[in-house]
T-cell receptor
């Protein structure tokens, strides 16, 4: 079955370390997204990409970086510059129709930085 | 910038009853999409329903229906015959990427719905 795989489910890091969250999809979707979820805050957009080697900043991109070397993969790096990295991170994808296309989500990665 | 407001942080309902979750949004655009997503304790985000602003007819998916009031910028979700499995966080979301072609959704802060026996 097609879907989005995020790994690992739980991730622990020490403050000051960069960490990369994996997101792979086999839905043949062109667009991919990263959202951050904090308690009581809903979901906030970090980065998104519609094609390989191209991506745009979302509302809260500071302290994060991404790459899109393959259509299926959109890893997110949480850098040491991110002030409050502990959160639940969700990766999503949508078809090329883009506007109005529903997002399909992965199961998320819970990142804890101490 | 678009904003989405869910004014009910928590709601509860008994099994088999009907419940309505509220959502309002703010936009100056004329064409857009609205969504309701459900996030159960597993934290998997699941699409519940989608509504296009140009369609006057309210969207319906089995026990889930919406009341879309474009002039009032209101988009409420009605769940009929509530089931225990409906217990989840419900997010209202807005997509106005008409010019960009992206589905960059703006989410509300969510309403936690608890269905009790």
């Amino acid at each position: 079955d097609g879907g989005i795989t995020q790994s690992p489910k739980y991730l622990f890091r020490k403050e000051g370390q960069n960490v990369t969250l994996s997101c792979e999809q086999n839905l043949n979707h062109d667009a991919m997204y990263w959202y951050r979820q904090d308690p009581g805050q809903g979901l906030r957009l970090i980065y998104y990409s519609q094609i390989v080697n191209d991506f745009q900043k979302g509302d809260i991109a500071e302290g994060y970086s991404v790459s899109r070397e393959k259509k299926e993969s959109f890893p997110l790096t949480v850098t040491s510059a991110q002030k409050n990295p502990t959160a639940f991170y969700l990766c999503a994808s949508s078809t090329q129709q883009g506007f109005g296309s529903p997002l399909h989500f992965g199961n998320g990665t819970r990142l804890t930085v101490t | 910038a678009q904003t989405v407001t869910q004014s009910q942080p928590e709601m509860s309902v008994q099994e088999a009853e009907t419940v309505t979750l509220s959502c309002t949004y703010d936009t100056s655009e004329n064409n857009y999409y609205l969504f309701w997503y459900k996030q159960p304790p597993s934290r998997q985000m699941i699409l519940v329903i989608r509504q296009e602003a140009y369609k006057q007819q309210n969207a319906t998916e089995n026990r889930f229906s919406v009341n879309f009031q474009k002039a009032a910028k209101s988009f409420s979700l009605k769940i009929s015959d509530s089931q225990l499995g409906d217990t989840a966080m419900y997010f209202c979301a807005f997509n106005s990427g008409e010019n960009s072609g992206y589905s960059t959704l703006t989410f509300g802060k969510g309403t936690m719905l608890l269905v009790s026996p």
